[in-house]
C-alpha cells in the first residue's frame, strides 16, 4: 500500500481528533427547547437530533461514535452539515456528500479508499432517523400540550437544587468534585490498563476538558466508548449537562 493510499485530509484530522459534537440529548432536555428528540443507532454510531417540530427543521445534532477516528470523522461532518436543514433535506445526504465536505483539495479524496466503506452507514442512519421521527414528533407535541396546561413556556430550563449547587460553585471545588468521581468509578480501570486522565479545567460549569495519560492516549477508544463512560458516569453523579473533551491528540 502506498504513501499516498494512507494519507488523511486535515480536514478529515481535525474533525477526528476534535469533534465539536460528540455527545448525547436526552427526553428532559428535548422537552425543555420544545423539539423532538429523533435518535438512530447503526453499527458503531448513534446519532441524536434535536427538531423543530413546527419546521422539521433540525436545530442541533450530536453523536456518539464507537469505532476509529473515521467514524468519529462521519459524525462530527454529518452533525455539522444537517444543522438548520429540514429533516428532508437532511436525509437526502449521502456518505460521499461527507466524504467530499472532508476533502481539503475537491479533487483529492479525504482518507484511503480502503477506508471508505464507513461511509456506506450514513444512508443507513439516516434512514432510521427518518422512520422514527413521527414517533418523536409525537412525544413533543404531547410534551408541549403539557407544558400548555401547566402554564409553562418551552424553552424555560429550571435547574434542581443540586444543579443549582453545582453551578455555583467555584471552578476548584467543581474540579474537586470531578476527580472524587473519577477516583472512585473511572481512574481504577484506566489504571488498571496503564493508563490515566487529567482534569484540565471546567468550561462554564458544563464543558470538562480532560487529558488521557499512559495507554490511553494511544487507545482508540479514548474517543468512543471510554470517552462516553466517562461522561455518563459524570453526568449521572454529577450534573446531567456535562461535556467531556479531551485535548490530547489521540493516536490509533
Partial sequence: MSVIEEEYSEKFETAAKSPKSRGAYYQEEAAEKGMALVEAKFKDMKLYWLV????????????????????????????????????DEACSLLGADIERALRDDPDVPAIPESKKLAF????????????????????????????????????????TLQEQAWMELSEEDQIQ??????????????????GNVQVQEVVDGEK????????????????????????QTLRREIYKDLQVTPTMDVTF
Fill in 52 to 87: 423543530d417540530i413546527e419546521e422539521d427543521r433540525i436545530y442541533s445534532a450530536k453523536f456518539f461514535a464507537y469505532g476509529g477516528k473515521v467514524s468519529v470523522a462521519i459524525g462530527e461532518t454529518l452533525s455539522a452539515m444537517v444543522e438548520n436543514l429540514t429533516l
Fill in 120 to 159: 456506506g452507514n450514513v444512508p443507513e442512519l439516516l434512514k432510521i432517523i427518518k422512520e422514527n421521527y413521527p414517533a418523536a414528533q409525537a412525544v413533543a407535541q404531547a410534551a408541549a400540550g403539557v407544558n400548555k396546561e401547566a402554564g409553562k413556556p418551552a424553552g424555560i430550563k429550571e435547574l
Fill in 177 to 194: 468534585q470531578i476527580n472524587m468521581v473519577l477516583d472512585e468509578k473511572i481512574r481504577p480501570a484506566l489504571m488498571n490498563d496503564g
Fill in 208 to 231: 470538562i476538558i480532560i487529558q488521557y495519560q499512559g495507554a490511553c492516549g494511544s487507545c482508540g477508544s479514548s474517543i468512543g466508548g471510554t470517552l462516553s463512560f466517562i461522561e
